[in-house]
């Protein structure tokens, strides 16, 4: 079956990361219409578009930091002035680096959590307005990780982050469903992308943990999250509200024997 997303027109944050390159080419591949956002700038930006060879008629940038919530109100409204049959945003932006709890300064630790959970806040409110004004019947999608189900060590303020970007998502799903909006979650596990595959390439101990943990024996590929975004994006998943899709092989499973 041929997914066909020609009626979709899709924002995406963090639309310049890792994973995002093979959701945007996924997207755009099924017809989508795709407005970038990221915190890069309009240069750096054209030269990424270029380089991932993104369609540039079926895309455009705008530069937008999701932990700016005035920015962030302003872009948004911007492109639902030019776009105003916006019908999918994906909340995509966020990441982390390893740093033990005690050793964080409260800034550090609020850095984190305004990257992964108070922009995707900011961002689903500047849409919801417009969605519950005109009527559309929109869904939003997070990414989320595998890891907001259970503990990592090092990551406290992004795991605790990303689990309140779950319960966002469940709230919303509820409280907009009289409107047939929708609200879902993606959840990658280990991808081989961005900045877990850095890590990968260069911690040890990271990786070890890593490849003891999977039990398809082998990491996420960032077309296997793409695929994800296909399904809930395209009409097969019109029924899907408030989900939490694992798409982590199998990392998140819980493990009581080798
Ligand atoms: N890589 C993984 O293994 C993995 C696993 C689970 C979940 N995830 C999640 O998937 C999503 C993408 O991860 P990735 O590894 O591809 O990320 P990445 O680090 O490759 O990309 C992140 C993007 O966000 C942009 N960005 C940084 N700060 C920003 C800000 N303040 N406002 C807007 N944009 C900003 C960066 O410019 C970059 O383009 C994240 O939500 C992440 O938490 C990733």
Known sequence: MKIDLSDKTIIITGGL??????????????????????AQSPADAARIIEERGHDPRRCEYHQMDVTDAKAVHRVV??????????????SHAGGTRIEYFA??????????????LLGPVYFSRAVLRHWSASKIKGHLIFTS????????????????????????SK??????????????????????AGSSKLLYETDVDYRRDVDKMSPLGHRNSPESIANAFLYLCS???????????NVDAG????????
């Open 251 to 258: 990392v998140g499973l819980p493990k009581v024997q080798d």
């Open 17 to 38: 990361g890792a994973i995002s390159e093979a959701v945007v080419r996924a997207l755009i591949e099924a017809g989508a219409y795709l407005i970038l956002t990221d």
């Open 171 to 192: 709230s919303i799903a509820l409280e907009y469903a009289p409107l047939g909006i929708r609200s879902n979650v993606v959840a990658p596990g280990n991808v081989a």
């Open 77 to 90: 409204d911007a492109c639902f002035a030019k776009h105003p049959k916006i019908n999918i945003a994906l």
């Open 145 to 168: 990780t595998y890891i907001s189900k259970f503990p990592w060590k090092g990551i406290s303020a992004y795991t605790a982050a990303k689990a309140g970007v779950d319960l966002f």
């Open 103 to 116: 050793d964080t300064s409260d800034e550090s630790f609020d850095k984190v959590v305004a990257f992964n």
């Open 235 to 245: 009409p097969l998943a019109d029924e899907v509200t408030g989900a939490y899709l």
